[in-house]
């Protein structure tokens, strides 16, 4: 078992929808959680990061982690063309070190 | 501030060949990574630098050597190329432990 899982998708959505995407993980060890968003091509980018339980919410986006279930989620309301993209869920262990889920490829068609 | 950069940006080379990749940051970032992405995978870690002088193996070593040239400069080889090698690779600078800048990444294919 990974231990960082995430849905690979695609995921397509038309605009304006709201966006669920979703990893769970398997070390409860695990402190700060982190979401990256890549474009075609690019590198990474951070967009989120959380430490404890509960929601953070930055614009349209929102993160939420669940110790308890082990479980993250980030949403995207009124989700735009530009939000097209793949997202990783990260997640920091000792030292420092990312463990990294495999990425779920968004599509919001215009 | 140009950020993480990297160079080639795309390379093919033959088995059996080496390579060095080649990753700077202007950020005076003490830590440096260096991941490989490949499809479905995530971003999978090679090795790491805490800080000058100092480097760490990740979860996916073998095959690869890393030098941390000086505080910026963090270089990945690959001394005998084989077709399982053929990623993206991406370099990545941090200032602490909550943000990880990365750089475009290198396409390599190992024919």
């Known amino acids: 078992q990974k231990e960082v899982e995430q849905d690979p998708g695609p995921l397509s959505v038309p605009e304006g929808a709201i966006v669920s995407l979703n990893c769970t993980y398997s070390n409860s060890a695990f402190q700060y959680f982190m979401w990256y968003r890549q474009y075609s091509r690019k590198g990474p980018e951070l967009l989120m990061y959380?430490?404890?339980?509960g929601n953070k919410e930055d614009g349209r986006f929102t993160a939420q982690v669940d110790k308890s279930s082990k479980y993250i989620s980030l949403f995207i309301r009124d989700s735009q063309p530009s939000d097209s993209a793949t997202y990783l869920c990260a997640i920091e262990g000792a030292g420092n070190m990312l463990t990294f889920g495999g990425g779920t490829r968004l599509m919001v068609k215009p | 501030n140009a950020g993480v950069t990297q160079t080639p940006k795309f390379q093919v080379l033959k088995t059996g060949q080496s390579m060095t990749l080649q990753c700077a940051q202007d950020?005076?970032?003490?830590?440096m990574y260096w991941y490989r992405q490949d499809p479905g995978m995530g971003l999978r870690l090679i090795y790491y630098s805490a800080s000058e002088g100092t480097t760490d193996k990740g979860e996916v070593p073998n095959g690869y050597n890393v030098s941390r040239l000086n505080k910026r400069e963090f270089s990945l080889r690959l001394e005998s190329a084989a077709p399982s090698q053929t990623s993206v690779y991406f370099c990545?600078?941090?200032?602490?432990?909550?943000?990880?800048?990365f750089g475009p990444g290198t396409r390599l294919t190992v024919l």
């Open positions: 959380t430490y404890s339980s």
């Open positions: 990545a600078s941090c200032p602490n432990r909550d943000t990880q800048y």
């Open positions: 950020m005076n970032h003490n830590s």
